[in-house]
């Protein structure tokens, strides 16, 4: 099982363009959740996913997007980038994490120039 | 709102010590606790889940407790080696949220030989 793939690993985006973080799971997990981490920040919750269908806002949303058409696919979308949105980019998901762990992909670095 | 500490921010050690790394929130209605590791420029990989219900986990040369009433968990790592140098996060699993995880800001910890 490939577990949580995310891309691209790296991005160099410029102030006010636009673009979509991939990620794909393939262990039918119902949850998934996006998160930033910036250095000595630990990690914020952008967005989360209890299943297809049904997002929510987590405790850093604005100036992003998700859907989730899919069990296996959770994409976040960043409109008009500005520097602050420079950070880590992690994805991960979980069966359910009021009881399973959560697994989570490699990252991808975006920086907004 | 919970909010999730954890002390000291660094920590270097000689190799073969025991140690021991923090982790405080300040809501005990949880599901879960874990700890994470973190390797630099990687993504997260889960080491112990604690349910609520549980005092303690143990994986090899790790052991996690937790103590749900005051909002505590602690991961003890017994004959320290360079290889467990690393970034080790906390996170919990917020209860009737969808199982949010709301994570520390970690303990970068460095093994010297």
């Known amino acids: 099982n490939a577990g949580v793939t995310q891309t691209p690993k790296f991005r160099i985006l410029k102030i006010g363009q636009s673009m979509t973080l991939q990620c794909a799971q393939d262990?039918?997990?119902?949850?998934m959740y996006w998160y930033r981490q910036d250095p000595g920040m630990g990690l914020k919750l952008i967005y989360y996913?209890?299943?297809?269908?049904?997002?929510d806002k987590g405790e850093v949303p604005n100036g992003y997007n998700v859907s989730r058409s899919t069990t296996e696919d959770f994409p976040l979308r960043l409109e008009l980038a500005a520097p602050s949105q420079t950070s880590v980019y992690f994805c991960?998901?979980?069966?359910?994490?009021?009881?399973?762990?959560?697994?989570f992909g490699q990252g991808t670095r975006l920086t907004v120039v | 709102k919970q909010e999730v500490t954890q002390i000291p921010a660094a920590l270097s050690v000689p190799e073969g010590e025991n140690l021991v790394l923090n982790c405080s929130f300040t809501d005990s209605a949880i599901y879960n606790l874990q700890w994470f590791r973190q390797d630099p420029g990687k993504g997260l990989t889960s080491l112990l889940l604690?349910?609520?219900?549980?005092r303690e986990q143990t994986s090899g040369r790790l052991n996690a407790s937790l103590d749900k009433s005051s909002g505590r968990s602690t991961l003890y790592i017994a004959a320290s080696q360079p290889g467990d140098s690393a970034t080790y996060l906390c996170a919990v699993a917020i209860y009737n949220q969808g199982g949010k995880l709301i994570f520390g800001q970690g303990t970068e910890l460095s093994v010297k030989p």
């Open positions: 996913s209890v299943g297809a269908g049904i997002t």
């Open positions: 991960a998901s979980s069966y359910s994490t009021t009881v399973t762990e959560a697994f």
């Open positions: 604690i349910q609520s219900s549980q």
């Open positions: 262990m039918n997990h119902n949850y």
